[in-house]
């Protein structure tokens, strides 16, 4: 195959990237291998589990998030800030949710690296004010929460299809594309299973509290309703205030909510306070909301962790 003058450029630059990385890693005495493998760089690990599946090994995949890491919170070592500008494409989920890693990112697609911001692309929701006028920071802005929607993950599903054929060099489309409709038949799958999982709950108690503000995709594709958020906020970075807390007690006690579903990677101190609220008649409920745990863990891939919370929710909403 001749070589663009694309692909000489990209050589070259990963070649001045690799011999950096190495030189920050410590360990300069190593010499560069010449490896010209397709890279894609992907920023989460929810993310980077649907990148693999379409990918295959078509390319290297590197993820950037470790299991059980707050996409809000996790950053960057200097050597990975680098694996970005290296990479044929950087597939992140935008929306501001790696909000430490989202300056990396910028910094690669102004050095010419192709980026997919997946969030952006997938017709995102973006978070509502409640209806009855309770606290909410992000009100207006985008949600970034896209994937507890599994219809919209076959949307980006292919989306990254498209942008793996068309900007890495090396890869064979038709394997991509077998692998995309593979995957896009396990979507389809888990959709209609979740919907009869979800069947079981009867209409009064389909109502969901949350540590914050993480399943609004999934309250409007399966038909809940969102009473609201111990943190009312679409990130972790934020804290409640007092009244924040004494509003969704309120709320809670006059929609009959008893059942917390609180992230499994973060300490569940803001969902026992209401425990305390309300009288000690509250049950807190760990889904795996924002990352993947590590393999055979409980949420190794994307199709567990959906399962995973879809018996959690049901269970925790049809119990007692």
């Known amino acids: 195959m001749t070589t663009t003058p694309r692909r000489a450029v990209l050589r070259l630059r990963r070649l001045l990237l690799t011999l950096l990385a190495l030189a920050l890693a410590g360990t300069a005495t190593a010499c560069a291998t010449g490896d010209d493998r397709p890279r894609v760089v992907v920023t989460t690990n929810i993310l980077g589990d649907i990148t693999r599946e379409i990918v295959g090994g078509e390319a290297d995949v590197t993820v950037l998030m470790k299991p059980n890491a707050d996409p809000h919170s996790f950053g960057l070592s200097a050597v990975q800030a680098a694996e970005l500008e290296r990479a044929d494409l950087v597939v992140f989920n935008g929306l501001g949710l790696e909000e430490n890693v989202l300056r990396h990112v910028e910094a690669a697609r102004e050095s010419g690296t192709a980026t997919l911001e997946v969030g952006r692309a997938v017709d995102p929701l973006v978070f509502r004010a409640p209806a009855d006028g309770g606290p909410q920071a992000d009100a207006g802005q985008p949600d970034p929460h896209f994937w507890t929607d599994p219809d919209r993950v076959r949307t980006a599903a292919g989306l990254i299809a498209d942008r793996v054929v068309e900007h890495v060099e090396g ?27 979800f069947d ?3 209409e009064q108690r389909r109502a969901l509290v949350t540590n914050h503000h993480v399943f609004g995709y999934l309250a409007e594709r399966f038909g809940f ?9 679409g990130t972790t970075l934020a804290s409640p205030s007092s009244s924040d807390l004494r509003s969704l007690t309120e709320a809670m006690r006059e ?10 990677s973060q300490p569940t101190r803001l969902a026992e306070v209401l425990r305390t609220e309300l009288g ?16 055979g863990k409980g949420a190794g891939t994307y199709l567990q962790m959906m399962r995973a919370n879809t018996t959690a929710m049901t269970d925790g909403l049809t119990a007692g």
Do not use: C, N, Q
């Open 171 to 197: 890869v064979d489309g038709e394997t991509i594309r077998a692998h995309t409709d593979r995957y896009d038949k396990r979507l389809a799958d888990l959709t209609a299973w979740m919907e009869r999982s």
């Open 200 to 202: 079981r709950i009867p």
């Open 225 to 233: 309703r969102t009473v609201g958020a111990v943190v009312p906020s």
């Open 255 to 264: 929609a009959g909510v008893r059942t917390v579903f609180a992230d499994s």
């Open 280 to 295: 000690g008649r509250v049950r807190v409920v760990a889904l795996y909301s924002e990352s993947l745990t590590e393999k």
